[in-house]
């Protein structure tokens, strides 16, 4: 039975007015583009650091997580997603050595400046319309994610059951929107830390509660898991089709690492806000073993839940930790945690929002208005296509099945995966191959999100053209973490054969 008591929302309501309070706040001042997008380059890496952490893991890893080690149906579910999150650290070690020094070099606000500087405008414009595509998808997911629990809260009293989660996703909207059109990266980077905080509290007392509910202990609660096979989390087996082995783990894990720290403007934007390149450098490298650290923990209460539930098989995964919230903990801590999953989800969803909208003045509007990014009109543009973005990821959200089978962090990683190999290629093409240019980058990149659409979508492609199944059958068995390394490799090889077919080009500013 949902337990969700006046003391609880009181908490929720409290919670959620102090987070817009402060993100309205800390960013009250916003003098120019600059400050508003990427705070001025005053944030401690400290800080920057636990940003990064809360941006990728937020409500997400609060709400899907627990359920890969819990699993789908009986005799699934292991600690084996720790092998990608293991290769995610080999990824931010590539992008703090490679990449960073060269954003800082450029002074840069968005990652695809980059681009421009190696290739050309249109390069840089073409980049930066894919990420805007893919975040857009991605984030409309995860704040779908957050709506689930807070439409597990108001269901009860809604009587048309088909209204429940649009409800609870515009709600989550109007805040977001709020304190990210006024406050800018500061609020989103300040905020975030601050809810980072609560919901590893949150998660912490779960762990507490699951022992003393559990008979036994976490002692028993091992045993049984470690009997079952669910605390295995290293298999050597080679497969493509298993996302979760030491070789997809490791090497799909760093790959997608490093597009999604290294090419993607929502990770790329906060260490530019860093207050230097070492600063940057420190955020992302320890931003990798407190994710390890954080996964780790999810999982765990994963194995809590199986055994407290007895191995009990739900719709979704999805639903699990927060029924158990719900359920089982103390009236006040289950406000206070709900509020952190909502919370988090609306930081990281500012922070999305704040990163298209950086990417549409920097990428797309200053270059076709002739406007310098100090300017007073650059700003005020800047607010507006914040608002115009959290309308747009809002909308997402609300078209998103409720009736998913996947987990949601599956379903976003993979979205993510989609066109990030593209990008990535692209920018190691322009670092490894001088004798590409504008047209062989272009070229490259869209090859590989074509082909690459092939392999996301082929099981619904089959699905629809039954004569294209065995076709594309193979396609369909390659697991997520694969994606971006081979969205990579496309890039670099149709990019290098295209620059074969004119002379080398003259020197131009390098991207190295």
């Given amino acids: 039975m949902t337990r969700f008591t006046w003391i609880d929302f009181a908490v929720l309501v409290a919670y959620l007015a102090g987070t817009t309070t402060l993100g309205l706040w800390v960013g009250r001042s916003q003098k120019d583009a600059k400050d508003y997008f990427v705070a001025g380059g005053a944030i401690p890496w400290w800080a920057v650091m636990f940003s990064i952490v809360a941006s990728e893991t937020s409500a997400l890893t609060f709400i899907s997580i627990p359920g890969l080690s819990y699993g789908a149906t009986a005799g699934m579910g292991d600690l084996g997603f720790l092998q990608v999150v293991a290769g995610y650290i080999i990824g931010r070690f590539v992008v703090a050595n490679v990449l960073l020094p ?52 108001i269901s009860p009293s809604v009587t048309n059951k088909a209204l429940v989660m649009p409800i609870a996703v515009l709600s989550l909207g109007l805040l977001t929107v709020l304190y990210t059109y ?78 999604s720290h290294g090419t993607d403007q929502l990770i790329v934007q906060r260490l530019m806000s860093s207050r230097s390149l070492k600063d940057a450098q420190r955020a992302i490298i320890g931003s990798g073993f407190v994710v390890f ?15 407290f539930y007895r191995a009990r098989v739900f719709p979704t995964t999805d639903l699990i930790f927060p029924t ?12 206070l945690i709900v509020a952190a999953i909502v919370a988090a989800t609306m ?92 047209r062989d980058a272009i070229t490259g990149m869209s090859v590989a999100i074509a082909a690459m659409a092939f392999v996301v979508f082929a099981k619904p492609i089959s699905a629809a053209y039954p004569s294209l199944a065995s076709t594309l059958a193979p396609f369909g068995r390659i697991a997520w973490p694969w994606y971006v390394l081979i969205g990579t490799t496309i890039t670099l090889l149709v990019g290098m054969i295209s620059s074969l077919t004119h002379s080398m080009p003259a020197a131009r500013p390098a991207a190295s």
């Fill in 324 to 335: 158990f919230i719900l359920e089982q903990m103390p009236t006040g801590l289950v406000g």
């Fill in 102 to 153: 060269r954003y800082f070099a450029g002074n840069l606000v968005t990652a695809y400046a980059l681009l421009e500087t190696r290739f050309g405008l249109e390069t840089r414009r073409f980049t930066s319309i894919v990420f805007m595509v893919t975040r857009a998808l991605a984030d409309s997911v995860r704040v779908f994610a957050t709506a689930i629990p807070v439409a597990l809260i």
């Fill in 293 to 307: 650290v954080q996964f780790f923990l999810f999982l765990t209460i994963g194995l809590g839940l199986w055994a």
């Fill in 182 to 259: 006024k406050g800018g990266m500061k609020a989103v980077v300040w905020t975030e830390l601050v809810q980072a905080g609560i919901y590893l509290s949150g998660a912490l007392a779960a762990i507490i509660i699951l022992g003393h509910l559990v008979p036994g202990g976490w002692s028993s609660i091992w045993s049984a898991a470690s009997a079952a096979g669910k605390t295995k989390a290293i298999d050597f087996h080679w497969t493509t089709s298993n996302p979760h082995t030491v070789w997809a783990g490791l090497i799909g894990g760093a790959f997608l690492a490093m597009a």
């Fill in 347 to 438: 930081s990281t969803h500012s922070g999305a929002i704040n990163s298209l909208a950086g990417a549409t003045t920097h990428d797309i509007y200053l270059p076709i208005s002739k406007r310098s990014a100090d300017d007073p009109q650059t700003l005020k543009m800047g607010r507006l296509f914040a608002l115009g973005w959290g309308i747009v990821l809002t909308l997402g959200a609300l078209l998103f099945p409720s009736d998913t089978k996947t987990p949601v962090v599956v379903v976003a990683l993979g979205i993510a995966s989609f066109t990030s190999g593209g990008l990535l290629g692209g920018f190691f093409l322009g670092i490894v191959w001088r004798r590409a240019i504008q």
